[in-house]
């Protein structure tokens, strides 16, 4: 059957109802700042930080903030002191960053992945829930360990063989340059010097580039940077990241991340660096190692899941690093720093992103949740961590190239609890289909500014409502972040989902080959 057309509906035609998401979704949730708590179909971000993102004190902060957070830095600091023979006390000093990037790499490493890992599970036991999480670079692993796929223990042992893989395998003694400008402009300049060996690394959208090399070709680019006026800063970076400089180091930490394991995840991570979602199949040993190689798309990455209808971005971390770039790129980005240098709101912010108590289908675990349990990744860890594997004795030759000595190594972290705790579950029945058209015709009431009553199985979407083409795309992005379905299929067509009950009939199908009905 067909909707009525109501004279409201034609009133409605005569607004910009097809305006930009970002618009809609930044109004609504300065609206709902009032009230403590996000809307059910609000999409929040986590990102999660890497190279640089450390605030002297802040790990003092988290350690006093809670228990869980004090064990989850204690652990960490363990399994490092065992691996590296160094934990995290230095971290606890008041050394700048240039000082821990000076006289111990090591422990700044430690230190980011640390305050990440800390903050996500402070954030977490206020109630704050996330629908996706981003790590940029070295923060995937933090990001893996906040989904779920990997324990805080696992994610301290990758980062620590990380670290002792590129200090026995980089003699190239390269690092980072910043550039004030998109990709296009610094691949431009790149041009301009083609035996240098430097590359893009890292594209943070159409403010920020970041170039990879030697030392040489990093001076011969600023240089010219300089000369036609753009801005260029050398990064905290004792490695040239994201480059084919570390093609040796790359084979050797597959080598050794081929043993690790890795759970469902419970809550989605997208890798920039992947330029999609990590799946329960894939190799984690593998892709962690093939990002020492490859660019990190974190512009494109925003634009994604812009489009997607994420609306809240929030830095896990210390600083503003992230969510800085998030506003050079969608400039009306509602964003979110809790960890700055004399403000800590990890509760207030926590309480603020925790959703409307209502159960959840969490698509890894085919369980339904109440809210706000802890997270799974983040319960408490066993008072004994599980032992550690060794480095082998004797690593292999390195044959350092002329010219060249040994690059200073970040730190890795090392401390592994045993198997978590998983929070209190009820199975999940079949998800009945009412169930899903609530939540389906909420997202698209809120979204359009139409009454939810219009919103009947007969209802077309183009034909009675007037919600063209491009509008429909992006509602099916937003439904897919919403129910966590994944990529759409390959052969889907817009067509095929006219009327506003074949859309919940394709979430309904989506989810059972998902396995969460």
Not at 160 to 172: Q, W
Not at 238 to 265: N, V
Request: charged share 20%.
């Amino acid at each position: 059957m067909h909707v009525t057309r109501l004279p409201w509906l034609h009133r409605a035609r005569t607004r910009n109802i097809q305006r930009e998401s970002q618009e809609w979704e930044f109004c609504r949730h300065r609206a709902l700042r009032g009230t403590g708590m996000l809307s059910s179909v609000e999409i929040v971000v986590g990102l999660f930080p890497g190279q640089g993102a450390y605030l002297p004190g802040a790990l003092p902060r988290l350690r006093a903030h809670d228990p869980g957070t004090a064990k989850v830095i204690e652990t960490i600091d363990t399994v490092a002191d065992g691996i590296l023979g160094k934990g995290l006390s230095r971290a606890f000093s008041d050394d700048s960053v240039d000082q821990l990037v000076e006289a111990a790499p090591d422990v700044l490493q430690l230190a980011v992945f640390a305050t990440s890992v800390a903050a996500f599970r402070a954030l977490s036991d206020q109630g704050a829930r996330f629908s996706v999480l981003v790590g940029h670079s070295l923060g995937e692993i933090a990001a893996l360990v906040a989904g779920g796929a990997l324990d805080v223990a696992e994610g301290a042992e990758i980062l620590c063989h990380r670290i002792t893989v590129l200090r026995e395998h980089d003699t190239s003694g390269g690092g980072l340059l910043a550039l004030g400008c998109e990709p296009d402009r610094a691949q431009q300049i790149l041009d301009l010097l083609p035996t240098s060996g430097a590359v893009i690394a890292v594209d943070n959208g159409p403010a920020q580039t970041v170039v990879a090399g030697r030392a040489d070709a990093l001076r011969r680019t600023a240089t010219i940077a300089t000369a036609i006026g753009l801005p260029s800063t050398t990064l905290h970076s004792p490695h040239p990241f994201h480059s084919p400089l570390l093609a040796q180091a790359r084979q050797e930490l597959a080598r050794r991340l081929s043993g690790y394991g890795r759970r469902g995840l419970r809550i989605p991570v997208f890798s920039p660096v992947l330029g999609r979602y990590y799946r329960d199949s894939d190799d984690l040993g593998e892709l962690l190692a093939s990002h020492l190689v490859t660019p990190v798309r974190f512009g494109p990455a925003v634009e994604r899941l812009h489009r997607s209808g994420a609306g809240v971005w929030v830095e896990v971390g210390a600083g503003r690093a992230l969510t800085s770039r998030v506003r050079s790129i969608e400039s009306s980005a509602s964003v979110h720093t809790p960890l700055l240098p004399d403000l800590d709101t990890l509760r207030e912010t926590g309480q603020f992103l925790a959703p409307a108590a209502e159960p959840r289908t969490v698509r890894h675990t085919g369980t339904t949740m109440a809210y706000p349990p802890a997270p799974a990744a983040m319960a408490p860890e066993p008072s004994t961590p599980p032992a550690v594997t060794p480095e082998p004795s004797t690593p292999p030759a390195v044959t350092p190239e002329p010219g060249t000595s040994p690059a200073p190594v970040p730190p890795q972290d090392t401390s592994a609890p045993s198997a978590p705790t998983p929070p209190a579950e009820t199975p999940a029945g079949p998800t009945s289909r009412e169930t899903v058209a609530v939540r389906v015709r909420d997202l698209y009431a809120t979204t359009l500014e139409y009454p939810e009553e219009v919103f009947e199985d007969g209802a077309e979407l183009e034909a009675d409502l007037g919600v063209d083409s491009v509008k429909r795309v992006e509602l099916m992005g937003r439904l897919g972040v919403l129910f966590e379905l994944g990529p759409p299929p390959d052969d889907m067509r817009m067509a095929d989902y006219r009327t506003f009950g074949q859309v919940v009939d394709f979430v309904l199908d989506s989810l059972a080959r998902a396995g969460t009905t």
